[in-house]
């Protein structure tokens, strides 16, 4: 029942391209409170936003209750009437056995649950693979089984490796491991977020051979039918509903032919 719920949430998501699904407020590490997030979206024309704070067991990180979190987002809700806010929640994988940092039972509670692969992940960015064919492994492992977890909606900010793993280099992201992947993210039916800031963790990398590298992932995606959602990540109303970045990298998958559409 919370599954279908959670995903009626997101798939009943009219334009996407008026969506924002990932922010952070001051109830983990934002600068701004809901409040400000809200308006910023209402004044920029953003339609539907998702506040997606870091829970810690099962409290924010400012301390404060679920409770007190969904409080505080319905007085919003009704402030702004044209704009649909989503009580979400952003949790971390804490190993490749699909471990996540939120239990089910809180992460029921939520109208959208994203997880990313980053920062505590053991066999990926902790104690991270010594070689291609282990990193092939491993990023095969935690996909699957993070694919399996019935809360989860989204992946957030997949495959931000480049500040994380050492040795990381796209060319591990071969073909045949992303199509394996997006076999598991279809099945599950988890979602694959284009987030707007995805370059910051490659600062080697030059724009033109990011985008190349990046796009190339996505356009494998979308030819298996993944699902994709769109986030900001920001941590201040200034980011809210920013997708510059995003719309290159559609028009890059555009260009491939595949004719880009989120669902
Ligand atoms: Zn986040």
Same mark, same amino acid.
């Given at each position: ?12 998501? =009219? ?15 934002? =600068? ?27 409290? !924010? ?8 979190? !969904? ?48 920062? =505590?992940?053991?066999? #990926? ?7 291609? =064919? ?51 993210? #279809? ?10 800031? #995805?370059?910051?963790? !490659? ?24 699902? !994709? ?20 990298? #559609? ?13």
């Amino acid at each position: 029942m919370g599954m279908s719920c959670m995903r009626k949430t997101i798939d009943s998501i =009219k334009d996407m391209n008026k969506s924002d699904l990932h922010m952070h407020t001051l109830y983990s590490d934002g =600068k701004c409170g809901v409040d400000l997030l809200a308006r910023s979206a209402a004044f920029k024309g953003v339609d539907t936003i998702a506040i997606t704070d870091h829970l810690h067991g099962d409290v !924010f990180v400012n301390g404060a209750s679920v409770e007190e979190y !969904f409080a505080d987002i319905d007085v919003c809700s009704q402030a702004y009437h044209d704009l649909k806010i989503i009580k979400g929640v952003e949790g971390t994988l804490l190993d490749i056995d699909g471990e996540i940092s939120i239990s089910q039972e809180d992460a029921k509670n939520f109208e959208i649950v994203l997880v990313d692969m980053a920062w =505590k992940t053991v066999g #990926i960015t902790v104690n991270p693979p010594a070689n291609e =064919k282990e990193f092939k492994r491993n990023v095969s492992l935690a996909f699957k089984n993070l694919s399996l977890i019935e809360s989860v909606d989204i992946i957030a900010h997949p495959f931000n490796f480049g500040r994380l793993i050492p040795n990381f280099v796209f060319s591990w992201l071969s073909c045949d491991l992303l199509e394996e992947i997006a076999g598991y993210l #279809i099945a599950g039916n988890k979602r694959f977020e284009i987030m707007e800031g #995805i370059w910051w963790w !490659f600062p080697e990398l030059s724009p033109q051979d990011f985008t190349r590298e990046y796009s190339r992932i996505l356009s494998v995606f979308k030819r298996c039918g993944v699902k !994709f959602s769109k986030g900001s990540d920001s941590h201040s109303h200034q980011g809210v509903g920013n997708a510059l970045y995003t719309g290159v990298l #559609i028009e890059k998958i555009s260009k491939d032919g595949s004719n880009f559409s989120w669902n």
